[in-house]
Antibody, heavy 121, light 107 residues
């Protein structure tokens, strides 16, 4: 069974840092591209970052570029999101999601349960 | 970035109704369009991928259509468990973007 389990969320002051983790199991993690998606309270889904299966290709949303760093450790079946210079508007539930390629298209077929990040003084 | 616009933002309907949600992309995305369902406090769930392909385990009352810039999600006969928020997503670009969501409520 495919499982994605996020951890590392919590309360942090503006300007602070936090590192999120996503532990993957039930599939060959090193073969899949991964993403982070967030959802502010009462708001819609916002894509945050993408990383290729090897980690060699990375993309960020403009809203987090220069502050967040995505990485992965294929030996540990884990995905990470290092978040620095946090702002109130980064408050959200953060999901990790597996990117799947099928029928000539790409989609997020599995999602974690999410971890809440609250940025407040 | 490609912008995705859903309509309506909210919708009231009754059990048994046929419901259609639309999604428009700011540029052509071929069939790189996915639909997700999200219930309160839960992660999104994939319903439709590649504009019209039904994800395994999803009831056949859900269907998708469209290509290029205009897409629709149709629920043929609403069931109580279908009341949720629905999001479209373009995967034409690696910098995926989502629509703002459509909240489907019970009338």
């Amino acid at each position: 069974e495919v499982q994605l389990v996020e951890s590392g969320g919590g309360l942090v002051q503006p300007g602070g840092s936090l590192r999120l983790s996503c532990a993957a199991s039930g599939f060959t993690f090193s073969s899949y591209e991964m993403n982070w998606v967030r959802q502010a309270p009462g708001k819609g889904l916002e894509w945050v970052s993408y990383i290729s299966s090897s980690g060699s290709t990375i993309y960020y949303a403009d809203s987090v570029k220069g502050r967040f760093t995505i990485s992965r450790d294929n030996a540990k079946n884990s995905l990470y999101l290092q978040m620095n210079s946090l702002r109130a508007e980064d408050t959200a539930v953060y999901y990790c999601a597996r990117l799947y390629y099928g029928s000539g298209s790409y989609y997020f077929d599995y999602w974690g349960q999410g971890t809440l990040v609250t940025v407040s003084s | 970035d490609i912008q995705m616009t859903q309509s309506p933002s909210s919708l009231s309907a009754s059990v048994g109704d046929r419901v259609t949600i639309t999604c428009r992309a700011s540029q052509s995305i071929s069939s790189y369009l996915n639909w997700y369902q999200q219930k309160p406090g839960k992660a999104p769930k994939l319903l439709i991928y590649a504009a019209s392909s039904l994800q395994s385990g999803v009831p056949s009352r859900f269907s998708g259509s469209g290509s290029g810039t205009d897409f629709t999600l149709t629920i043929s006969s609403l069931q109580p468990e279908d009341f949720a928020t629905y999001y479209c997503q373009q995967s034409y670009s690696t910098r995926n973007t989502f629509g703002q969501g459509t909240k489907l409520e019970i009338k």
